[in-house]
Protein backbone atom coordinates (compact mmCIF):
# COMPACT_ATOMS: atom_id res chain seq x y z
CA UNK A 1 0.00 0.00 0.00
CA UNK A 2 1.12 3.10 -0.92
CA UNK A 3 2.76 5.19 2.36
CA UNK A 4 1.34 8.60 1.38
CA UNK A 5 -2.05 6.55 1.95
CA UNK A 6 -0.87 5.52 5.46
CA UNK A 7 0.43 8.89 6.70
CA UNK A 8 -2.31 10.40 6.72
CA UNK A 9 -3.99 11.56 9.92
CA UNK A 10 -7.70 9.69 10.81
CA UNK A 11 -6.95 10.41 14.36
CA UNK A 12 -9.57 13.05 14.44
CA UNK A 13 -12.47 10.97 12.67
CA UNK A 14 -12.85 13.46 9.64
CA UNK A 15 -13.40 10.69 7.05
CA UNK A 16 -16.33 9.54 9.01
CA UNK A 17 -18.21 12.67 7.56
CA UNK A 18 -17.22 11.67 3.80
CA UNK A 19 -19.16 9.12 2.74
CA UNK A 20 -22.94 7.95 1.79
CA UNK A 21 -24.37 5.17 0.31
CA UNK A 22 -27.47 5.34 -1.85
CA UNK A 23 -30.02 2.35 -1.95
CA UNK A 24 -33.05 1.38 -3.11
CA UNK A 25 -35.45 0.37 -0.98
CA UNK A 26 -37.90 -1.80 -2.97
CA UNK A 27 -37.86 -3.78 -5.93
CA UNK A 28 -35.82 -1.73 -8.02
CA UNK A 29 -36.83 1.17 -10.13
CA UNK A 30 -37.34 3.42 -7.44
CA UNK A 31 -35.50 6.78 -8.68
CA UNK A 32 -32.17 6.34 -7.69
CA UNK A 33 -30.55 7.86 -10.60
CA UNK A 34 -32.38 10.89 -10.57
CA UNK A 35 -31.50 10.89 -6.66
CA UNK A 36 -27.77 10.53 -7.04
CA UNK A 37 -27.65 13.23 -9.61
CA UNK A 38 -29.31 15.67 -6.64
CA UNK A 39 -26.23 14.29 -4.36
CA UNK A 40 -23.61 14.71 -6.33
CA UNK A 41 -23.96 18.52 -6.51
CA UNK A 42 -21.90 17.56 -3.03
CA UNK A 43 -19.76 14.86 -3.76
CA UNK A 44 -16.69 14.28 -5.79
CA UNK A 45 -16.22 10.49 -5.90
CA UNK A 46 -19.69 8.16 -7.32
CA UNK A 47 -18.59 4.66 -6.73
CA UNK A 48 -21.19 1.96 -8.24
CA UNK A 49 -20.57 -1.33 -5.95
CA UNK A 50 -22.49 -3.98 -7.52
CA UNK A 51 -24.65 -5.67 -11.02
CA UNK A 52 -24.05 -4.82 -14.13
CA UNK A 53 -25.85 -3.58 -17.21
CA UNK A 54 -29.20 -5.10 -15.49
CA UNK A 55 -30.36 -2.15 -14.06
CA UNK A 56 -31.59 1.07 -15.50
CA UNK A 57 -31.38 4.90 -14.08
CA UNK A 58 -33.12 7.29 -16.14
CA UNK A 59 -32.08 10.72 -15.66
CA UNK A 60 -33.65 13.99 -17.23
CA UNK A 61 -31.14 16.90 -17.47
CA UNK A 62 -32.54 20.05 -18.55
CA UNK A 63 -34.36 18.82 -21.97
CA UNK A 64 -32.33 15.86 -22.34
CA UNK A 65 -33.26 12.23 -20.87
CA UNK A 66 -30.35 9.61 -20.41
CA UNK A 67 -30.79 6.02 -19.40
CA UNK A 68 -28.00 4.99 -17.93
CA UNK A 69 -27.25 1.02 -17.05
CA UNK A 70 -23.88 0.56 -15.95
CA UNK A 71 -22.17 3.88 -15.71
CA UNK A 72 -22.54 6.04 -12.49
CA UNK A 73 -25.24 8.58 -12.74
CA UNK A 74 -22.73 11.25 -11.19
CA UNK A 75 -21.01 11.17 -14.45
CA UNK A 76 -23.75 13.79 -15.76
CA UNK A 77 -22.41 16.57 -13.31
CA UNK A 78 -18.87 18.27 -14.34
CA UNK A 79 -15.96 17.37 -12.65
CA UNK A 80 -17.13 14.61 -10.82
CA UNK A 81 -15.30 11.19 -10.82
CA UNK A 82 -17.17 7.59 -11.26
CA UNK A 83 -16.00 4.34 -10.57
CA UNK A 84 -17.23 1.12 -11.33
CA UNK A 85 -16.24 -0.95 -8.79
CA UNK A 86 -14.79 -4.64 -8.11
CA UNK A 87 -18.34 -6.01 -6.87
CA UNK A 88 -19.87 -5.08 -10.52
CA UNK A 89 -19.83 -7.38 -13.82
CA UNK A 90 -19.59 -5.34 -16.45
CA UNK A 91 -20.52 -6.33 -20.01
CA UNK A 92 -17.44 -4.95 -22.53
CA UNK A 93 -19.55 -4.31 -25.30
CA UNK A 94 -22.49 -2.66 -23.34
CA UNK A 95 -20.73 -0.29 -22.05
CA UNK A 96 -18.96 0.89 -24.46
CA UNK A 97 -21.89 1.38 -26.19
CA UNK A 98 -23.63 3.60 -23.24
CA UNK A 99 -20.02 5.08 -22.72
CA UNK A 100 -20.65 6.14 -26.52
CA UNK A 101 -24.23 7.74 -26.31
CA UNK A 102 -23.33 9.54 -23.11
CA UNK A 103 -20.74 11.17 -25.17
CA UNK A 104 -22.92 11.90 -28.04
CA UNK A 105 -25.25 13.79 -25.28
CA UNK A 106 -22.98 16.27 -24.78
CA UNK A 107 -20.89 14.64 -21.73
CA UNK A 108 -17.00 14.52 -21.38
CA UNK A 109 -16.12 11.72 -19.66
CA UNK A 110 -12.43 11.99 -20.20
CA UNK A 111 -10.54 10.69 -16.90
CA UNK A 112 -14.01 11.12 -14.97
CA UNK A 113 -14.64 7.37 -15.20
CA UNK A 114 -12.54 4.51 -13.77
CA UNK A 115 -13.06 0.37 -13.85
CA UNK A 116 -11.96 -1.71 -10.71
CA UNK A 117 -9.16 -4.09 -12.09
CA UNK A 118 -10.84 -6.30 -9.91
CA UNK A 119 -14.37 -6.22 -11.30
CA UNK A 120 -15.27 -9.69 -13.32
CA UNK A 121 -16.67 -9.37 -16.98
CA UNK A 122 -20.35 -10.10 -18.23
CA UNK A 123 -19.34 -12.00 -21.53
CA UNK A 124 -20.92 -12.86 -24.50
CA UNK A 125 -21.31 -16.78 -23.45
CA UNK A 126 -22.94 -15.09 -20.55
CA UNK A 127 -25.83 -13.75 -22.39
CA UNK A 128 -25.73 -17.13 -23.84
CA UNK A 129 -26.07 -18.73 -21.28
CA UNK A 130 -28.79 -16.50 -19.69
CA UNK A 131 -31.23 -16.52 -22.57
CA UNK A 132 -31.08 -20.09 -22.87
CA UNK A 133 -32.18 -20.69 -18.84
CA UNK A 134 -35.16 -18.02 -19.37
CA UNK A 135 -36.28 -19.89 -22.71
CA UNK A 136 -36.16 -23.77 -21.98
CA UNK A 137 -38.95 -25.84 -20.17
CA UNK A 138 -37.69 -24.96 -17.06
CA UNK A 139 -39.88 -28.05 -15.19
CA UNK A 140 -38.89 -27.93 -11.30
CA UNK A 141 -36.75 -25.25 -12.10
CA UNK A 142 -38.14 -21.33 -11.33
CA UNK A 143 -38.54 -19.45 -14.16
CA UNK A 144 -36.68 -15.97 -12.66
CA UNK A 145 -37.61 -12.88 -16.00
CA UNK A 146 -34.18 -11.54 -15.95
CA UNK A 147 -33.07 -9.25 -18.12
CA UNK A 148 -30.92 -11.74 -20.17
CA UNK A 149 -27.75 -10.02 -19.67
CA UNK A 150 -25.85 -12.35 -18.32
CA UNK A 151 -25.63 -11.07 -15.27
CA UNK A 152 -26.22 -14.32 -13.30
CA UNK A 153 -24.02 -16.68 -15.06
CA UNK A 154 -21.48 -14.07 -14.83
CA UNK A 155 -21.49 -14.20 -11.37
CA UNK A 156 -21.86 -18.02 -10.71
CA UNK A 157 -18.20 -17.87 -12.81
CA UNK A 158 -16.94 -15.31 -10.58
CA UNK A 159 -17.85 -17.87 -7.77
CA UNK A 160 -16.77 -21.02 -9.08
CA UNK A 161 -12.93 -19.04 -10.17
CA UNK A 162 -13.61 -19.24 -13.43
CA UNK A 163 -14.75 -16.21 -14.32
CA UNK A 164 -12.54 -13.58 -16.21
CA UNK A 165 -11.73 -9.74 -14.32
CA UNK A 166 -11.27 -6.56 -16.52
CA UNK A 167 -7.82 -6.44 -15.34
CA UNK A 168 -6.94 -9.72 -16.83
CA UNK A 169 -7.68 -7.59 -20.17
CA UNK A 170 -4.11 -6.11 -18.98
CA UNK A 171 -2.43 -9.57 -19.44
CA UNK A 172 -0.42 -11.71 -21.89
CA UNK A 173 -2.67 -14.36 -22.03
CA UNK A 174 -6.00 -12.74 -21.81
CA UNK A 175 -7.00 -14.40 -25.35
CA UNK A 176 -6.03 -17.47 -24.22
CA UNK A 177 -7.93 -17.38 -21.15
CA UNK A 178 -11.32 -16.23 -23.06
CA UNK A 179 -11.26 -18.92 -25.97
CA UNK A 180 -11.06 -21.29 -23.19
CA UNK A 181 -13.85 -19.88 -21.35
CA UNK A 182 -15.98 -19.92 -24.86
CA UNK A 183 -15.25 -23.63 -25.38
CA UNK A 184 -16.33 -24.45 -21.88
CA UNK A 185 -19.47 -22.61 -22.06
CA UNK A 186 -20.02 -23.53 -25.74
CA UNK A 187 -20.37 -27.20 -24.42
CA UNK A 188 -22.87 -26.28 -22.02
CA UNK A 189 -24.52 -24.68 -24.64
CA UNK A 190 -24.71 -27.40 -27.64
CA UNK A 191 -25.57 -29.70 -24.52
CA UNK A 192 -28.77 -27.56 -23.74
CA UNK A 193 -29.79 -28.00 -26.97
CA UNK A 194 -28.40 -24.20 -28.22
CA UNK A 195 -26.45 -23.33 -31.34
CA UNK A 196 -22.52 -22.87 -29.77
CA UNK A 197 -21.34 -19.20 -29.89
CA UNK A 198 -19.04 -18.64 -33.11
CA UNK A 199 -15.03 -18.57 -31.46
CA UNK A 200 -13.43 -15.83 -33.93
CA UNK A 201 -16.27 -13.57 -34.07
CA UNK A 202 -16.79 -13.54 -29.85
CA UNK A 203 -12.87 -13.28 -29.71
CA UNK A 204 -12.79 -10.27 -32.17
CA UNK A 205 -15.67 -8.62 -29.98
CA UNK A 206 -13.94 -8.53 -26.75
CA UNK A 207 -10.44 -7.75 -27.67
CA UNK A 208 -11.80 -4.97 -29.76
CA UNK A 209 -13.64 -3.84 -26.97
CA UNK A 210 -10.44 -4.58 -24.54
CA UNK A 211 -8.62 -1.80 -26.80
CA UNK A 212 -10.89 1.00 -25.52
CA UNK A 213 -11.43 -0.23 -21.99
CA UNK A 214 -7.96 -0.75 -20.61
CA UNK A 215 -7.18 3.23 -20.40
CA UNK A 216 -9.85 3.05 -17.88
CA UNK A 217 -8.50 -0.04 -15.96
CA UNK A 218 -7.02 0.41 -12.49
CA UNK A 219 -7.05 -0.44 -8.80
CA UNK A 220 -10.20 1.73 -7.75
CA UNK A 221 -9.79 0.42 -4.29
CA UNK A 222 -6.88 2.72 -3.82
CA UNK A 223 -7.95 5.40 -5.48
CA UNK A 224 -11.58 5.41 -3.49
CA UNK A 225 -9.38 4.67 0.04
CA UNK A 226 -7.10 7.83 -0.46
CA UNK A 227 -10.30 9.95 -1.66
CA UNK A 228 -12.05 8.81 1.80
CA UNK A 229 -9.06 9.37 4.16
CA UNK A 230 -8.64 12.88 2.62
CA UNK A 231 -11.87 13.59 3.55
CA UNK A 232 -13.38 13.83 -0.26
CA UNK A 233 -17.13 12.84 -0.21
CA UNK A 234 -17.94 9.89 -1.46
CA UNK A 235 -20.96 8.69 -2.84
CA UNK A 236 -21.76 5.03 -3.49
CA UNK A 237 -24.82 3.98 -5.90
CA UNK A 238 -26.64 1.06 -5.65
CA UNK A 239 -28.92 -0.72 -8.58
CA UNK A 240 -31.72 -2.66 -8.25
CA UNK A 241 -33.46 -2.55 -5.01
CA UNK A 242 -33.35 -4.57 -1.13
CA UNK A 243 -35.95 -6.51 -2.41
CA UNK A 244 -33.37 -8.35 -5.06
CA UNK A 245 -30.50 -8.47 -3.27
CA UNK A 246 -29.14 -12.19 -3.30
CA UNK A 247 -29.25 -12.52 0.10
CA UNK A 248 -31.94 -10.43 2.00
CA UNK A 249 -34.66 -10.45 -1.18
CA UNK A 250 -37.40 -12.53 -2.41
CA UNK A 251 -35.35 -15.38 -3.45
CA UNK A 252 -34.81 -17.15 -5.67
CA UNK A 253 -36.35 -14.06 -7.68
CA UNK A 254 -33.90 -11.85 -7.23
CA UNK A 255 -30.88 -10.68 -8.74
CA UNK A 256 -27.51 -11.64 -8.32
CA UNK A 257 -25.69 -9.59 -6.23
CA UNK A 258 -26.04 -7.88 -3.05
CA UNK A 259 -28.02 -4.89 -3.37
CA UNK A 260 -28.42 -3.68 0.31
CA UNK A 261 -25.36 -1.03 1.80
CA UNK A 262 -23.45 -3.74 2.74
CA UNK A 263 -22.58 -4.70 -0.65
CA UNK A 264 -20.85 -0.92 -0.48
CA UNK A 265 -18.07 -2.24 1.64
CA UNK A 266 -17.19 -5.08 -0.12
CA UNK A 267 -18.11 -4.01 -3.62
CA UNK A 268 -15.53 -1.05 -3.63
CA UNK A 269 -12.62 -1.86 -1.03
CA UNK A 270 -13.70 1.30 1.18
CA UNK A 271 -14.53 -1.08 4.78
CA UNK A 272 -17.64 -0.62 6.39
CA UNK A 273 -16.24 1.94 9.32
CA UNK A 274 -15.43 4.77 7.10
CA UNK A 275 -19.61 4.98 5.81
CA UNK A 276 -21.35 7.55 7.10
CA UNK A 277 -25.19 7.35 6.58
CA UNK A 278 -27.38 5.64 4.39
CA UNK A 279 -30.11 7.25 2.46
CA UNK A 280 -33.01 4.64 0.98
CA UNK A 281 -34.90 5.54 -2.17
CA UNK A 282 -38.93 4.73 -2.26
CA UNK A 283 -41.62 5.23 -4.68
CA UNK A 284 -44.76 7.21 -2.97
CA UNK A 285 -46.41 3.45 -4.53
CA UNK A 286 -44.80 0.50 -5.06
CA UNK A 287 -43.24 -1.35 -8.15
CA UNK A 288 -41.41 -4.75 -9.77
CA UNK A 289 -40.46 -5.95 -12.96
CA UNK A 290 -40.12 -9.38 -13.51
CA UNK A 291 -41.78 -12.64 -12.01
CA UNK A 292 -42.55 -13.39 -8.01
CA UNK A 293 -44.70 -12.45 -5.07
CA UNK A 294 -46.10 -8.69 -5.01
CA UNK A 295 -48.51 -8.59 -2.01
CA UNK A 296 -49.77 -4.90 -2.97
CA UNK A 297 -49.95 -5.38 -6.57
CA UNK A 298 -53.13 -3.92 -9.00
CA UNK A 299 -55.13 -5.73 -11.36
CA UNK A 300 -57.73 -2.64 -11.21
CA UNK A 301 -58.23 0.93 -12.75
CA UNK A 302 -55.79 2.43 -9.70
CA UNK A 303 -52.73 0.20 -10.69
CA UNK A 304 -53.52 1.17 -14.33
CA UNK A 305 -53.30 4.44 -13.47
CA UNK A 306 -50.29 4.46 -11.85
CA UNK A 307 -48.48 3.03 -14.31
CA UNK A 308 -50.09 5.54 -17.06
CA UNK A 309 -49.23 8.59 -14.97
CA UNK A 310 -45.64 7.17 -13.47
CA UNK A 311 -44.68 5.76 -17.28
CA UNK A 312 -44.14 2.47 -15.65
CA UNK A 313 -42.19 0.64 -18.11
CA UNK A 314 -38.51 -0.73 -17.10
CA UNK A 315 -35.65 1.32 -18.08
CA UNK A 316 -33.22 -1.54 -19.26
CA UNK A 317 -35.95 -4.43 -21.20
CA UNK A 318 -38.85 -1.60 -21.30
CA UNK A 319 -41.09 -4.31 -19.45
CA UNK A 320 -44.24 -2.59 -18.09
CA UNK A 321 -43.65 -2.71 -14.33
CA UNK A 322 -46.61 -4.16 -11.92
CA UNK A 323 -47.32 -1.31 -9.75
CA UNK A 324 -49.27 -1.52 -6.36
CA UNK A 325 -50.03 0.56 -2.60
CA UNK A 326 -46.92 1.29 -0.78
CA UNK A 327 -45.62 -1.83 1.37
CA UNK A 328 -44.57 -0.22 4.72
CA UNK A 329 -43.55 -4.08 5.87
CA UNK A 330 -41.62 -3.73 2.54
CA UNK A 331 -39.94 -0.57 3.37
CA UNK A 332 -39.65 -1.37 7.21
CA UNK A 333 -37.91 -4.57 6.31
CA UNK A 334 -35.24 -2.20 4.52
CA UNK A 335 -34.45 0.09 6.71
CA UNK A 336 -33.69 -2.74 8.91
CA UNK A 337 -31.01 -4.76 6.99
CA UNK A 338 -29.43 -0.91 4.86
CA UNK A 339 -29.43 0.88 8.18
CA UNK A 340 -31.70 3.25 6.64
CA UNK A 341 -30.80 7.58 7.49
CA UNK A 342 -33.20 8.56 5.43
CA UNK A 343 -35.87 8.57 2.77
CA UNK A 344 -35.92 9.95 0.06
CA UNK A 345 -39.42 9.45 -1.59
CA UNK A 346 -39.84 9.70 -5.19
CA UNK A 347 -43.24 10.15 -7.56
CA UNK A 348 -45.39 11.39 -5.10
CA UNK A 349 -46.76 13.39 -8.10
CA UNK A 350 -48.26 10.13 -9.55
CA UNK A 351 -50.71 9.92 -6.56
CA UNK A 352 -51.69 13.95 -6.94
CA UNK A 353 -55.05 12.30 -8.81
CA UNK A 354 -56.49 9.76 -6.25
CA UNK A 355 -59.23 10.41 -3.75
CA UNK A 356 -57.78 7.60 -1.01
CA UNK A 357 -54.74 6.03 -0.77
CA UNK A 358 -54.19 2.85 0.42
CA UNK A 359 -50.59 2.11 2.79
CA UNK A 360 -49.95 -1.81 3.88
CA UNK A 361 -48.96 -1.73 7.43
CA UNK A 362 -49.30 -5.71 8.28
CA UNK A 363 -50.11 -8.75 5.57
CA UNK A 364 -52.35 -11.91 6.60
CA UNK A 365 -50.78 -14.79 6.23
CA UNK A 366 -53.33 -17.93 6.38
CA UNK A 367 -55.20 -15.85 8.80
CA UNK A 368 -52.46 -14.50 10.98
CA UNK A 369 -51.27 -10.96 10.65
CA UNK A 370 -47.55 -10.53 11.00
CA UNK A 371 -45.38 -7.50 10.19
CA UNK A 372 -42.13 -9.35 8.96
CA UNK A 373 -41.08 -10.94 5.70
CA UNK A 374 -41.30 -14.48 5.68
CA UNK A 375 -38.02 -15.41 4.08
CA UNK A 376 -39.80 -18.90 2.38
CA UNK A 377 -41.36 -17.52 -1.01
CA UNK A 378 -44.29 -19.82 -0.53
CA UNK A 379 -45.14 -18.19 2.82
CA UNK A 380 -44.71 -14.63 1.22
CA UNK A 381 -46.22 -15.63 -1.68
CA UNK A 382 -49.79 -16.15 0.51
CA UNK A 383 -49.31 -12.90 1.87
CA UNK A 384 -51.95 -10.59 1.28
CA UNK A 385 -51.94 -6.75 2.40
CA UNK A 386 -53.84 -5.45 5.57
CA UNK A 387 -54.10 -2.00 4.16
CA UNK A 388 -55.17 1.65 6.03
CA UNK A 389 -56.61 3.92 4.31
CA UNK A 390 -55.93 8.20 4.05
CA UNK A 391 -57.14 10.99 1.96
CA UNK A 392 -55.90 11.89 -1.01
CA UNK A 393 -54.78 15.56 -1.77
CA UNK A 394 -56.42 16.06 -5.15
CA UNK A 395 -54.40 18.72 -6.15
CA UNK A 396 -50.85 18.89 -8.42
CA UNK A 397 -47.87 18.82 -6.88
CA UNK A 398 -45.25 19.04 -9.60
CA UNK A 399 -45.14 22.72 -9.57
CA UNK A 400 -43.94 22.81 -5.56
CA UNK A 401 -40.39 23.52 -4.65
CA UNK A 402 -41.05 23.59 -0.38
CA UNK A 403 -42.25 21.62 2.71
CA UNK A 404 -44.66 24.29 3.57
CA UNK A 405 -46.07 24.24 0.45
CA UNK A 406 -46.98 20.76 0.05
CA UNK A 407 -50.61 19.99 0.65
CA UNK A 408 -51.72 18.85 4.54
CA UNK A 409 -53.09 16.00 3.43
CA UNK A 410 -50.01 15.16 0.84
CA UNK A 411 -47.54 16.19 3.94
CA UNK A 412 -49.78 13.94 6.94
CA UNK A 413 -49.26 10.98 3.97
CA UNK A 414 -45.21 11.65 4.30
CA UNK A 415 -45.08 11.40 7.60
CA UNK A 416 -47.56 8.01 8.21
CA UNK A 417 -44.82 6.33 5.98
CA UNK A 418 -42.18 7.78 8.25
CA UNK A 419 -44.07 6.65 11.10
CA UNK A 420 -44.46 2.87 10.08
CA UNK A 421 -40.66 2.50 8.75
CA UNK A 422 -39.32 4.16 11.92
CA UNK A 423 -37.44 6.17 9.10
CA UNK A 424 -37.67 10.09 8.16
CA UNK A 425 -38.09 11.31 4.69
CA UNK A 426 -35.38 13.93 3.71
CA UNK A 427 -36.25 14.45 0.22
CA UNK A 428 -39.57 14.57 -1.62
CA UNK A 429 -39.63 14.51 -5.31
CA UNK A 430 -42.30 14.94 -7.45
CA UNK A 431 -40.93 15.05 -11.20
CA UNK A 432 -38.41 13.56 -12.97
CA UNK A 433 -35.74 16.78 -13.01
CA UNK A 434 -33.11 17.87 -10.84
CA UNK A 435 -34.88 20.86 -9.31
CA UNK A 436 -38.70 19.10 -9.12
CA UNK A 437 -36.97 18.05 -5.42
CA UNK A 438 -37.91 19.28 -2.11
CA UNK A 439 -35.54 18.91 1.50
CA UNK A 440 -37.89 18.79 4.14
CA UNK A 441 -36.81 19.54 7.34
CA UNK A 442 -35.35 16.12 8.43
CA UNK A 443 -33.00 16.33 5.38
CA UNK A 444 -29.62 15.63 6.45
CA UNK A 445 -27.68 18.31 7.78
CA UNK A 446 -24.91 19.05 5.22
CA UNK A 447 -27.70 19.07 2.26
CA UNK A 448 -29.32 21.84 3.41
CA UNK A 449 -26.60 24.61 2.53
Same mark, same amino acid.
Given at each position: ??????????????????????????????????????LTEQATWIARFQGGNNAGHTVKV????????????????????CILGNGCVIDPSGFLKELDEVRA????????????????? /??????????????????????????????????????????????????????????????????????????????????????????????????????????????????????????????????????????????????????? &???????????????RVGEGPFPTELFDDDGMNMAKVG??????????????????????????? &?????? /??????????????????? =?????????????????????????????????????????????????? =?????????????????????????????????????
Amino acid at each position: MSPALLSVDTTKGKYLMATRVLIGGQWGDEGKGKIVDVLTEQATWIARFQGGNNAGHTVKVGDQKFVLHLIPSGILREGKTCILGNGCVIDPSGFLKELDEVRAGGINTEGRLWISDRAQL /ALPYHRALDGARETRDCGKTVKIGTTRRGIGPAYADKMTRMGLRAGDMLEDDFEERLRHNIEEHNRTLVFQGHDPLGMEATVAEVLGAAERMIPMITDTTLLLNQAVLKGEEVLFEGAQGTMLDIDHGSYPFVTSSNTTSGGAATGTGVPP &NRIRDVIGVVKAYTTRVGEGPFPTELFDDDGMNMAKVGDEFGATTGRPRRCGWFDAVVARYAVMV &NGVNWW /ALTKLDVLDAFKTIKICVA =YDMDGQRIEYLPAHIRRFAACRPVYEEMPGWNTPTTHIRTWEALPEACRN =YIRRIEELTCAPAGFVSVGPKRDETILTPNAPADLKG
